[in-house]
């Protein structure tokens, strides 16, 4: 192997494990979120009708004519960021392959537990706080008026 390919090889096989470190250790699990307590989030009028992912935040907003509410988008097995899948709203897990389904019930696993949903509040100036250290329901929504 000369020293270009080789150095292209190290490259692309540094790129590819940062890419899968950063995927599968997130930084933050379900007891770091609630020791960290509330932060704030957004505007809710930022928040779009139906289910949006924020990654950044770790969070799925759900936004219906209930009010808003939000749950993990960290999978209960070993903190995975999860995805999206196109067929039907659910989420997966890309590293060991848990399913949930649009409101964080788990239907296979390795994962055991539902993704835990939020407790909202809204702050006189229209941001949302979230409290992680609060679950609710997968019904709770924080009513709007």
């Avoid at 935040?57 to 936004?63: N, S």
């Avoid at 539902?114 to 009513?143: C, M, T």
Wanted: hydrophobic share 35%; proline share 5%.
């Amino acid at each position: 192997m000369n020293k270009r390919s080789r150095r292209k090889f190290l490259i692309g096989g540094s790129a590819s494990l940062c890419l899968a470190t950063l995927n599968s250790c997130n930084g933050a699990n379900q007891e770091d979120l609630e020791r960290r307590g509330s932060a704030e989030l957004m505007h809710f009028s930022t928040v779009p009708p139906g289910v949006s992912l924020h990654p950044v935040e770790r969070l799925v907003m759900v936004r219906d004519s209930n009010g808003i509410g939000a749950f993990s988008l960290l999978c209960t097995h070993q903190t995975c960021l999860l995805t999206q899948e196109n067929s039907g709203g659910g989420f997966f897990c890309p590293c060991h392959g848990s399913q949930f389904d649009k409101i964080g019930r788990v239907i296979a696993g390795p994962a055991a537990k539902d993704l835990p949903w939020y407790e909202l509040s809204l702050l006189p100036n229209g941001v949302l706080q979230i409290n992680f250290a609060k679950h609710v329901s997968s019904n709770w929504r924080l009513q709007i008026g």
